[in-house]
Structures are given as structure tokens and as C-alpha cells.
């Protein structure tokens, strides 16, 4: 089993910025890519950013490409997603994702609501 658990989200101006985390406890030793996904008020959950073991390789939707940056430390096991230049339509709750070498994300976190104003 694996927990995870979001925070710093919030309420940001447009072209601001936000650094949201995700501590993952349990058995994290089985963690493979890490992910950030997100959900817009009446849209579907959708692909923010991803990263491998060890660092090596981070994909991001192209809608965030050049504003979003995810990284990941190992003590403690946290995954980070730094927001820049924020638009109204980043507004959404961001969930936190791990993924045990299954094909797929077997575990999410709760969500952390990023709001922001234009």
C-alpha cells in the first residue's frame, strides 16, 4: 500500500506562481513514475506531468510545456510540481499519482484545489 498526500495548492493571481508537493508513505519502495494529473470543474481528469525512477525522464502536457517543472526527492519521498506563469484555466483540483510498475496509477492522493484569478 501506498499513501499519498497533496498540498500548496491555493488561491493565486494570473502569472503568479505555485509549488504544490505529494509525500508518499508506505511501500514506496515499489513507487516507479510519479504523476500530477488534474480536474477542471465539468471536465474529465487530465495528464499534467510525469516522472520516472530516479529522475531520469519527465513528460508534460503541452499545455503546461515550459511553465510547469516536476521533480522528486527520495528522503523523504515527495514529488513537487513548480507553477509558473499560472492561467485562469490552470484553475483545477491537482491529484498526485504512483504508479508500482502495473502499466497504469494505482494510487491517488486526495487533491489539492488550485484557484486562479485572472
Known amino acids: 500500500q501506498v499513501q499519498l498526500v497533496e ?4 488561491l493565486v493571481q494570473a ?29 474529465e481528469r487530465e495528464f499534467v506531468a510525469s516522472i520516472t525512477k530516479n529522475g531520469g525522464n519527465t513528460f508534460y502536457a503541452d ?3 515550459g511553465r510547469f517543472i516536476i521533480s522528486r526527492n527520495y528522503a523523504p519521498h515527495t514529488v513537487y510540481l513548480q507553477m509558473n506563469s499560472l492561467k485562469s484555466e ?20 486526495q ?8
Open 7 to 10: 498540498s500548496g495548492g491555493g
Open 15 to 43: 502569472g503568479g506562481s505555485l509549488r504544490l508537493s505529494c509525500a508518499a508513505s508506505g511501500s514506496i519502495s515499489r513507487i516507479n513514475t510519479m504523476a500530477w494529473y488534474r480536474q477542471a470543474p465539468g471536465k
Open 63 to 65: 499545455s503546461v510545456q
Open 90 to 109: 490552470d484553475t483545477a483540483v491537482y491529484y498526485c499519482a504512483a504508479d508500482l510498475s502495473s502499466g497504469q496509477y494505482d494510487y491517488w492522493g
Open 111 to 118: 487533491g489539492t484545489q488550485v484557484t486562479v484569478s485572472s
